[in-house]
């Protein structure tokens, strides 16, 4: 994920200990206890896959896991899901390079997480459950989003459309998180970032393949733990290192105080952390709206299909603000920590993660935190990956090839599914780019693209298929052509979003209304049963 206003440039180095610290990370990562602990993880991963393998029977089955998953389960996996690189890397520098401001980044996606378990977790459980293929008359399921869309509102089109800008959007999200892992394979056991891109890659789509849904949430609930382990870890050795919590505030301060002021406008120029002004009242706003993107993830809403009951979201919730605070809080100490051991001398803020391990542990324990790191990408790509071979064998190949496809051939078109998403991912990786940018960008389109949508199928019984299919046509669009033309620094996520909300209110009220009465009938039966 990337907030358009942080800007997190590379910096000379001017403090021998940052110095030194980045420039033996590589060589403290290359350590044989390193790569031991490190292969042990990918592993595990693996094996978990395999043991998923057995349980995939249908397309619930592969999906969403059989809507079988219990509270705990589904909580730390969504977090999981959602918290890529980004939490290792750009929040930790953001912090490093502009202090407190980045805090309204913090806010937002606690406050979108809690509102997304609120508002949409148990109702999108129940009534993706309940409403059925509307083609045929047969009881059924719906077990994605563009499939929910289109039987909740009786119309292929809306399938068609959703699954499109599903398949744009992640193939952004993969390449950026391909990118990730080759990086990280890099550091480890050496070698070019174009073979670690493809070998991160084959092991996600490895079990991934197997085990789909399953084997994307208990590899998530390992990858959660120890992304949390691994924050909570560096965040408490670098306090201590400094003396304590208030050696370690007033450390910082003495750089500059704004650092710990959340409206303070605080860059690192020239080796110093610089005063420039308040901040911007479009940055704060922009960082808030990164709470919006929750409500249209479809890899984040697949955790809420595949819930055991609807009253887990209840217990999901008050567990989601927890993980979302501590996980996100320790990445600011990071950033802080990073300030207060280095000063002004880090190369790269983004490293600030990665030096901080090789300064305060040992060698061998940093398997552990790099792992820590591949976990954050691993947990985000194995369900977009699930997300994304789901979609092109559910709302393409059974909608409108053969419907009547045997559930064992569907399972394994998901997993050929995999294999072409993966491609395509290395494909967008190998081309370059920024990671945090891609991520950020594929973000605000699912925000935009679905959630003034889904909010509509939940809760609006005049809503219809017009008004939703005009809502993802503007919102996806408006990411898209805002982000060619903005000049203020304002996010695209909220002009997207307002874009697809004014859509799908014209659409409703003013376009064409056919098996309206039918769509309105099943709407108030599913409130009521």
Same mark, same amino acid.
Request: hydrophobic share 50%; with cysteine.
């Given at each position: 994920? !990337?907030?358009?206003?942080?800007?997190?440039?590379?910096?000379?180095?001017?403090?021998?200990?940052?110095?030194?610290?980045?420039?033996?990370?590589?060589?403290?990562?290359?350590?044989?206890?390193?790569?031991?602990?490190?292969?042990?993880?990918?592993?595990? =991963?693996?094996?978990?896959?395999?043991?998923?393998?057995?349980?995939?029977?249908?397309? $619930?089955?592969?999906?969403?896991?059989?809507?079988?998953?219990?509270?705990?389960?589904?909580? !730390?996996?969504?977090?999981?899901?959602?918290?890529?690189?980004?939490? %290792?890397?750009?929040?930790?520098?953001?912090?490093?390079?502009?202090?407190?401001?980045?805090?309204?980044?913090?806010?937002?996606?606690?406050?979108? %997480?809690?509102?997304?378990?609120?508002?949409? *977790?148990?109702?999108?459980?129940?009534? $993706? *459950?309940?409403?059925?293929?509307?083609?045929?008359?047969?009881?059924?399921?719906?077990?994605?989003?563009?499939?929910?869309?289109?039987?909740?509102?009786?119309?292929?089109?809306?399938?068609?459309?959703?699954?499109?800008?599903?398949?744009?959007?992640?193939?952004?999200?993969?390449?950026?998180?391909?990118?990730?892992?080759?990086? /990280?394979?890099?550091?480890?056991?050496?070698?070019?970032?174009?073979?670690?891109?493809?070998?991160?890659?084959?092991? =996600?789509?490895?079990?991934?393949?197997?085990?789909?849904?399953?084997?994307? $949430?208990?590899?998530?609930?390992?990858?959660?733990?120890?992304?949390?382990?691994?924050?909570? *870890?560096?965040?408490?050795?670098?306090? =201590?290192?400094?003396?304590?919590?208030?050696?370690?505030?007033?450390?910082?301060?003495?750089?500059?105080?704004?650092?710990? #002021?959340?409206?303070?406008?605080?860059?690192?120029?020239?080796?110093?952390?610089?005063?420039?002004?308040?901040?911007?009242?479009?940055?704060?706003?922009?960082?808030?709206?990164?709470?919006?993107?929750?409500?249209?993830?479809?890899?984040?809403?697949?955790?809420?299909?595949?819930?055991?009951?609807?009253?887990?979201?209840?217990?999901?919730?008050?567990?989601?603000?927890?993980?979302?605070?501590?996980?996100?809080?320790?990445?600011?100490?990071?950033?802080?920590?990073?300030?207060?051991?280095?000063?002004?001398?880090?190369?790269?803020? @983004?490293?600030?993660?990665?030096?901080?391990?090789?300064?305060?542990?040992?060698?061998?324990?940093?398997?552990?935190?790099?792992?820590?790191?591949?976990?954050?990408?691993? $947990?985000?790509?194995?369900?977009?990956?699930?997300?994304?071979? #789901?979609?092109?064998? @559910?709302?393409?190949?059974?909608? %409108?090839?053969?419907?009547?496809?045997?559930?064992?051939?569907?399972?394994?078109?998901?997993?050929?599914?995999?294999?072409?998403?993966?491609?395509?991912?290395?494909?967008?990786?190998?081309?370059?780019?920024?990671?945090?940018?891609?991520?950020?960008?594929?973000?605000?389109?699912?925000?935009?693209?679905?959630?003034?949508?889904?909010? *509509?199928?939940?809760?609006?019984?005049?809503?219809?298929? %017009?008004?939703?299919?005009?809502?993802?046509?503007?919102?996806?669009?408006?990411?898209? /052509?805002?982000?060619?033309?903005?000049?203020?620094?304002?996010?695209?996520?909220?002009?997207?979003? /307002?874009?697809?909300?004014?859509?799908?209110?014209?659409?409703?009220?003013?376009?064409?209304?056919?098996?309206?009465?039918?769509?309105?009938?099943?709407?108030?039966?599913?409130?009521?049963?």
């Amino acid at each position: 994920m !990337l907030i358009g206003w942080v800007v997190l440039p590379r910096i000379t180095a001017n403090d021998d200990s940052a110095r030194r610290a980045t420039e033996t990370t590589m060589t403290n990562t290359a350590d044989p206890s390193t790569s031991i602990v490190f292969i042990l993880y990918l592993l595990a =991963v693996l094996a978990i896959g395999i043991w998923a393998y057995r349980q995939n029977n249908d397309m $619930s089955d592969f999906a969403i896991g059989g809507r079988r998953l219990g509270t705990f389960v589904t909580a !730390l996996s969504a977090k999981a899901t959602d918290s890529s690189q980004w939490v %290792f890397f750009g929040l930790p520098g953001a912090f490093y390079v502009s202090g407190m401001r980045n805090i309204w980044l913090i806010v937002g996606l606690t406050i979108g %997480f809690y509102l997304s378990w609120k508002l949409l *977790a148990g109702r999108l459980r129940d009534y $993706s *459950a309940k409403v059925s293929d509307w083609r045929v008359t047969a009881p059924g399921e719906s077990v994605t989003l563009p499939g929910f869309f289109a039987n909740r509102f009786r119309s292929n089109s809306v399938r068609s459309v959703t699954a499109i800008f599903i398949i744009i959007f992640y193939i952004i999200y993969l390449g950026s998180a391909f990118i990730a892992t080759g990086v /990280i394979f890099q550091q480890i056991f050496g070698g070019s970032v174009v073979v670690g891109t493809i070998i991160g890659a084959v092991v =996600v789509m490895v079990y991934s393949s197997l085990g789909g849904y399953l084997a994307s $949430s208990y590899t998530d609930v390992v990858q959660g733990v120890l992304m949390w382990v691994c924050l909570v *870890a560096v965040s408490i050795a670098a306090i =201590v290192k400094l003396g304590g919590v208030g050696s370690f505030l007033e450390t910082v301060g003495a750089q500059n105080p704004d650092l710990g #002021s959340p409206f303070a406008g605080v860059e690192l120029l020239g080796g110093e952390w610089v005063t420039t002004s308040s901040v911007p009242f479009i940055a704060m706003i922009s960082a808030l709206a990164w709470a919006l993107g929750y409500f249209g993830s479809p890899h984040i809403l697949a955790r809420f299909m595949g819930m055991r009951t609807a009253e887990s979201a209840r217990g999901g919730a008050r567990l989601g603000v927890f993980l979302s605070i501590t996980l996100l809080g320790c990445a600011g100490v990071v950033g802080f920590a990073a300030i207060g051991i280095f000063g002004p001398g880090l190369e790269n803020p @983004e490293d600030a993660y990665m030096v901080l391990v090789a300064e305060l542990f040992p060698s061998w324990v940093a398997g552990i935190f790099l792992a820590g790191v591949l976990s954050a990408v691993m $947990s985000t790509a194995d369900s977009q990956l699930v997300v994304a071979s #789901s979609t092109l064998t @559910e709302d393409f190949y059974r909608a %409108f090839i053969n419907r009547d496809a045997p559930a064992k051939t569907l399972v394994w078109l998901s997993r050929i599914a995999v294999l072409a998403c993966t491609g395509i991912g290395v494909f967008v990786a190998l081309q370059g780019g920024t990671i945090l940018d891609l991520v950020g960008y594929a973000w605000a389109g699912f925000g935009a693209s679905f959630g003034p949508a889904l909010f *509509a199928a939940l809760y609006w019984r005049k809503a219809t298929w %017009f008004g939703a299919l005009l809502s993802i046509i503007a919102g996806g669009s408006t990411v898209i /052509i805002y982000r060619m033309v903005d000049t203020i620094g304002l996010y695209e996520l909220i002009p997207g979003f /307002i874009a697809g909300m004014l859509a799908l209110w014209l659409g409703s009220w003013l376009g064409p209304k056919q098996r309206q009465e039918v769509v309105t009938a099943q709407f108030d039966l599913l409130k009521t049963s």
